[in-house]
């Protein structure tokens, strides 16, 4: 099944296209204020190489409301003028899916802003996507009581910069730096188009604005729904 993957929720423009486990394409840009120059583009780049696809999937977020906004309707509108199906899948997961060579537990940061950021924990084995070990949620201060974990984490996304914020996550941390992949994206909804699980263009809404939990008051955590699997 041919999948084309996208998503502009954190600090790059990704676009990748998939056929069963075969990664065709993966293209990104570390520039996403300028994401709706180049996402139109590079999906007409890349289907008139490989030919137009039978599904698509975007990440919806959690992350920037302006990225975010724009892959989606994006995927929406292509989905309605091809008419194939469309799925929105987590954006934080698909960052922790596009770590590659690592396997354990990984703490995904995304849209940081002074102390705010979303954060997503998810365990990496040996095949097939990484499991969500708690649900997406809102930070805007200490992180919950379980934490620092005491066990090693990888750490990705803006918090793998920050020295002092990143021992908040483990007493053994490892920073590491990769952007989210379209070709992962596109393989989270290559799994949900398997099972069924199609999503309706017209109510696919972005995980970010379920509520924008990012400007909740200092020192309050808040869970913002479980991204999509």
């Known amino acids: 099944m041919r999948i084309l993957g996208f998503d502009a929720s954190g600090p790059t423009l990704s676009v990748g296209y998939v056929s069963a486990r075969d990664v065709l394409a993966d293209l990104y840009w570390r520039r996403p204020?300028?994401?709706g120059s180049h996402l139109v583009a590079w999906i007409h780049m890349v289907v008139q190489e490989f030919?137009?696809?039978e599904g698509i999937a975007v990440g919806i977020g959690?992350?920037?409301f302006t990225g975010v906004r724009i892959a989606l309707s994006a995927a929406k509108a292509l989905a309605f003028a091809w008419k194939v199906p469309l799925v929105g899948v987590s954006s934080l997961q698909a960052w922790a899916y596009s770590v590659e060579g690592y396997q354990g537990p990984v703490f995904v940061s995304s849209e940081k802003r002074g102390p705010a950021f979303y954060a997503g924990l998810y365990f990496i084995g040996g095949n097939g996507p990484p499991e969500a070990i708690t649900a997406e949620w809102a930070v805007n201060g200490p992180l919950p009581e379980r934490f620092?974990?005491?066990?090693?984490?990888?750490?990705v996304g803006p918090l793998a910069s920050?020295?002092?914020q990143i021992r908040e996550v483990s007493v053994h941390p490892l920073a590491?730096?990769?952007p989210i992949l379209g070709s992962r994206v596109a393989f989270l909804g290559q799994g949900r188009l398997q099972l069924g699980q199609v999503d309706d263009p017209t109510t696919l809404a972005p995980v970010y604005i379920r509520p924008p939990a990012i400007s909740m008051p200092r020192g309050r955590i808040g869970p913002?729904?479980?991204g999509r699997q």
Not at 148 to 155: D, I
Request: avoid cysteine.
């Open 148 to 155: 620092p974990l005491t066990e090693p984490v990888a750490v």
């Open 224 to 226: 913002i729904g479980k």
């Open 51 to 53: 030919g137009r696809p």
């Open 62 to 64: 959690p992350g920037s």
């Open 33 to 35: 204020r300028t994401a």
């Open 176 to 178: 590491l730096s990769y």
């Open 162 to 164: 920050d020295p002092a």
